[in-house]
Nanobody
Framework: EVQLQASGGGLVQPGGSLRLSCVAS????????IGWFRQAPGKEREGLAC????????FYADSVKGRFTVSSDNAKNTVFLQMNSLMPEDSAVYFC??????????????????????WGQGTQVTVSS
């Protein structure tokens, strides 16, 4: 069975940092890209970052470019999201998801949640004073 387990969320002050982890089982990161999404109350799910570990390619939404960094440890089948300079508007449930590396995407369509085959349960991030 394919499973994605996101962890690392919590409460942090504005300007602080958190590192989220996504451990994948049942798939290899050679065959799937891993994306990070978030969803805040009353808002639609928003794509943030994506990594294709087979070639090292990374992609970022404008809202997090320069603040968030996605990386992977292929030996551990794990993807990370380092989040710096956090702001209250970053508060949301953060999800990791897997997209088949063979799927053709564009720099716009890569943020479409429906293109991702598998999803984790999410981890809560709250940024507040």
């Amino acid at each position: 069975e394919v499973q994605l387990q996101a962890s690392g969320g919590g409460l942090v002050q504005p300007g602080g940092s958190l590192r989220l982890s996504c451990v994948a089982s049942g798939i290899t990161l050679d065959d799937f890209g891993i994306g990070w999404f978030r969803q805040a109350p009353g808002k639609e799910r928003e794509g943030l970052a994506c990594i294709y570990s087979n070639n090292g390619g990374t992609f970022y939404a404008d809202s997090v470019k320069g603040r968030f960094t996605v990386s992977s440890d292929n030996a551990k089948n794990t993807v990370f999201l380092q989040m710096n300079s956090l702001m209250p508007e970053d508060s949301a449930v953060y999800f990791c998801a897997a997209i088949n590396s063979a799927m053709e995407v564009t720099r716009e369509s890569i943020w479409a949640p429906l293109l991702y085959d598998y999803w984790g349960q999410g981890t809560q991030v709250t940024v507040s004073s």
